[in-house]
């Protein structure tokens, strides 16, 4: 394992250092690539994602072959002018010259992916990295066994493994990986992993990106379009079986809207998946059996108020809502990453605020009032990696914004240019002629200081 590993990353160097992946046409012809292996490969996409997670077409499509297609067509609409750089002022000091900023590739990359969505989370950091100039090597996650399979075997299909190639293991291939002289490392998955990875990379002085997660709040004020909002933060819980790194991970919601806003919350996870949800096809399954445990004692003991519907054979466990629930319980210690939804109130914004920024950073923020004062507030009050004012989960599909977390939840951000740009590094340069040259600056500077401060000062200004 270990010697297959360095050879990789010795053929990806070998390759970057001939400088044929850095060419526009070469980078091009890599994204071409990508987008034929997803177009043609679609059906054994889905049959992958519903043997792993019990995901239908339709939420596969949506979670994850929509977003991958956007990312690869946006980065070649703008692949030809992110290459070319981009012209900064220069002070007149430094006149006649010209500053610009040119973007190069780190080389060879490594990305580590989770298993929720295993194949977006692959693979459109490895789009950025390719389309940045890099090669890479991508580690999909052991838990998602047949789409880790299926992205092994597509990617080998359709790309050289010194361009791109896939490393499948458990935790020791991670060790074993991050132990290579990578250029840059790019890891999604949970907090602990994520301190694993900065501290690997922190030896070899490597540049990083984390993407982790954390409890991502959804704070309900005042409303009246009740149908609405449940609709959305239903559909934004569920999702995926609540398996969604920026899942509304809990519920606040203020004293009059509670009741109301919960009754809605019931009619329509009863819409969406039916009055039995084991019997819909538009409901996920949990990953394995150890995240099945995990979940199911977290809300053993709690209130009840909807769903608790548990079977360990079929990995199921139905949409369920907890009330009642206080900020020192169970399952408010952890991210749930799962169809839980726990259910607080409050009654003092202040306070509310208070108890949320306590707490680490969350990756994603929710905001649900027709009140805008209320909503800028919370904006402005409540720091997250990104959030979504009246709505779930959208506000990461867009490629002109940029996704990742802040503090606990994250390092980094990426996504269509902010992805490109975190694969670059930013070259300062600045060209002058020969000749034309201020004396000044050239010793011996003799009497003149109080005439070189002067002159430089205000040239520089």
């Known amino acids: 394992m270990a010697d297959n590993i360095r050879l990789i990353v010795e053929k990806q160097k070998k390759f970057f250092s001939s400088l044929s992946s850095r060419t526009y046409e070469s980078r091009r012809t890599r994204l071409d690539r990508f987008s034929e292996m997803i177009e043609k490969h679609e059906t054994d996409i889905y049959e992958a994602l519903r043997e792993d997670l019990g995901k239908n ?18 980065c070649k609409q703008n692949l030809k002018k992110w290459i070319r750089g981009r012209a900064v002022k220069t002070p007149l000091v430094y006149i006649p010259g010209k500053s610009r900023i040119i973007p190069e590739p780190y080389g060879a990359a490594l990305i580590i992916s989770p298993w929720n969505y295993p194949l977006q989370l692959a693979f459109i950091p490895a789009v ?31 790309f050289d493994c010194q361009e791109l190639a896939v490393v499948e293991g458990g935790p020791e291939v991670v060790k074993e990986l ?6 840059y490392v790019f890891y999604t998955g949970g907090e602990a992993g994520g301190r694993a990875v900065a501290e690997a990379c922190l030896k070899r002085l490597t540049p990083m990106t984390l993407e982790l997660g954390g409890k991502s709040p959804c704070i309900a004020g005042k409303l009246k379009n009740f149908a609405s909002a449940a609709k959305r933060i239903v559909w934004g819980k569920f999702f995926n079986a609540g398996q969604t790194c920026v899942a509304p991970d809990f519920l606040i919601a203020e004293e009059s809207v509670k009741e109301p806003l919960l009754r809605n919350i019931e009619e329509e996870i009863k819409n969406f998946y039916g009055d039995n949800p084991k019997l819909s096809e538009d409901f996920a399954r ?13 809300f053993k003991g709690e209130k009840i108020i909807f769903g608790g519907e548990v079977s360990k054979g079929e990995k199921y466990i139905s949409p369920t809502v907890v009330d009642g629930v206080d900020w020192d319980s169970p399952l408010m210690r952890e991210e749930i990453f799962g169809p839980v939804l726990p259910v607080l109130t409050y009654s003092d914004e202040d306070d509310m605020i208070s108890r949320i920024n306590f707490r680490p950073k969350p990756l994603a923020l929710y905001v649900f009032s027709e009140d805008k004062r209320f909503c800028d507030k919370i904006l402005r009050s409540v720091s997250s990696g990104g959030a979504c004012v009246n709505d ?10 940029p996704f990742g977390g802040v503090g606990a939840s994250g390092i980094g951000r990426y996504r269509g240019k902010f992805g490109f740009d975190i694969f670059s590094h930013e070259k300062s340069v600045m060209e002058r002629p020969l000749g034309l040259d201020v ?13 070189i401060k002067r002159v430089f000062e205000f040239l520089s200004s």
């Open 286 to 298: 949990i990953i394995n059996d150890r995240h099945f445990d995990r979940l199911t004692n977290l």
């Open 128 to 158: 950025s990295a390719l389309a940045a100039g890099n090669s890479a090597v991508i580690k999909p996650s052991e838990y998602s066994v047949k789409t880790s399979a299926l992205i092994k075997r597509l990617v080998e299909q359709y």
């Open 178 to 183: 991050l132990k290579q002289n990578f250029d």
């Open 57 to 74: 077409v339709s939420e596969s499509y949506l979670g994850e072959i929509l977003t991958l297609k956007g990312e690869i067509s946006f």
């Open 439 to 451: 004396d000044l600056r050239f010793p011996p500077y003799g009497n003149f200081s109080a005439l």
């Open 392 to 401: 779930t989960l959208i506000h990461i599909t867009t490629p002109y914004l």
